[in-house]
């Protein structure tokens, strides 16, 4: 029941805190202005629209005079962009996207989310552009890859308009996957500014005229404290599984917790905490662009471990094992430029952990079917006993604290005299006897 009860509790923990936490000294008191600063950093996915959502509602409920939104993407899906976009053009406090720090990106994805905010800002050294959409299936056919193109750029085109910025690029950032950085992006009317840090984006942003649901608004944010949005553990957490190795790592967990289960059955904890861990892996690879193939390759490298352990090959099973773990790891996850491919070296590193695991078992059930039995009828054969009566031929035997019908293999055998057994027939023991 504890065992249960733990995991349940530590996971309502963790998804009951706060969206974020905010010094309320200053959030309070009203005597400083302020302004709050989320950071979005990795791959746009459902979580990453949650958090921008909530954290609007949150700015909205503080009344702060501006949310800066600190982007550093290579990228995402459309269905969580099209979120995203719809929560920052809807929302009806000013919202400032700044591309930052320097050599930070906002690629693909992140393209329409930037051009959707009423003020687009960027750091030294990044860059902007190449939104042209890709299939997580793959194997796009030209008409429906024509279709997703036209309708991007229709989207594009649209939130660049409604914010006066050039729709023109917009539309060859998506058909020509064009990126610029912010010195040409400011010369093309891409971005409103360019600014050194929060500090610097705050100074160039007052005074300055924006439109809010309709209503033209003044900034007066020169002198404000930034305060860090700062996302609560359990959004961290979500966030990093779209990370392809933290998915692979808890794949690889996973797995590996539920055949020490089925070795050792019985409800305990690597049952447990492999159960976990699949399920964070399956959620993680639900917004990853999987091969099923190389996940099928991965479950089929298990299969043969399993069976080298009890049928015992010499090695040819789990050889297969070794080939197609290495094999479904490198296929696992399809290339795409906004997504990063499993590292090789946690590859190397997992299937020859994982190899050198399964020799270790392998090496100690090969020396148990070496060793002799011990037990039952079969572990008495070779063992030394004595004649409690004379053997000619039968008589009885004294063998491991029992007694037992014995038939002498080479005459006459007096009582009191040591055997050894040769075989078994039925239930009588043939012996010799020991000189």
Excluded at 62 to 67: G, R, T, W
């Amino acid at each position: 029941m504890f065992k249960k009860v733990v995991p349940s509790l530590i996971f309502f923990t963790l998804f009951s805190l706060p969206f974020a936490y905010v010094n309320s000294s200053i959030s309070s008191t009203g005597q400083e202005p302020f302004v709050y600063l989320l950071p979005i950093k990795g791959v746009i996915n459902p979580i990453t629209s949650r958090q921008i959502k909530e954290g609007i509602r949150y700015v909205r409920r503080e009344k702060a005079s501006l949310l800066i939104i600190k982007l550093d993407t290579p990228g995402g899906f459309l269905i969580s962009t099209r979120a995203i976009v719809e929560e920052i053009m809807s929302a009806n406090i000013p919202i400032v996207i700044y591309v930052a720090p320097s050599g930070a990106q906002c690629a693909s994805a992140g393209t329409f989310i930037a051009l959707s905010a009423p003020i687009l800002a960027m750091a030294e050294a990044t860059n902007i552009g190449a939104a042209h959409p890709v299939s997580l299936m793959g194997g796009m056919g030209k008409e429906m890859e024509k279709k997703i193109v036209n309708d991007a750029v229709s989207f594009i085109k649209g939130i660049a308009r409604k914010n006066n910025r050039n729709s023109k690029w917009a539309e060859d950032a998506v058909r020509k996957s064009l990126s610029i950085g912010e010195e040409e992006a400011l010369k093309l009317g891409v971005i409103d500014l360019i600014a050194k840090n929060e500090e610097d984006l705050l100074a160039k942003l007052e005074g300055r005229e924006i439109l809010i649901s309709g209503k033209k608004r003044i900034l007066d944010v020169k002198d404000s404290k930034i305060i860090p949005l700062r996302i609560k553990p359990a959004e961290k957490f979500l966030q990093s599984l779209g990370d392809p190795n933290i998915a692979y790592i808890f794949l690889i967990l996973g797995i590996w917790g539920i055949i020490a289960e089925f070795s050792s059955p019985g409800i305990g904890f690597p049952g447990i905490v492999g159960a976990i861990c699949l399920i964070l892996a399956f959620f993680a690879f639900h917004s990853l662009p999987i091969n099923i193939a190389g996940l099928l390759l991965i479950f089929l490298a298990i299969t043969f471990f399993i069976l080298e352990v009890k049928i015992a090959s010499g090695g040819l099973l789990a050889t297969g094992g070794v080939v197609s773990l290495l094999l479904g790891s490198f296929m696992l996850i399809k290339p795409f430029s906004f997504i990063r491919r499993v590292s090789t070296p946690l590859i190397l590193g997992v299937t020859l952990t994982t190899a050198l695991l399964f020799l270790f078992v392998l090496f100690f059930v090969i020396h148990a079917h070496k060793r002799k039995v011990t037990t039952g009828k079969e572990g008495l054969i070779g063992e030394i006993g004595e004649a409690r009566t004379i053997l000619s031929p039968s008589g009885k035997l004294y063998i491991h604290g029992e007694y037992w019908n014995g038939k002498s293999l080479e005459g006459l055998i007096k009582k009191g005299e040591k055997v050894k057994v040769i075989r078994i027939e039925g239930r009588e023991l043939l012996v010799k006897k020991v000189e």
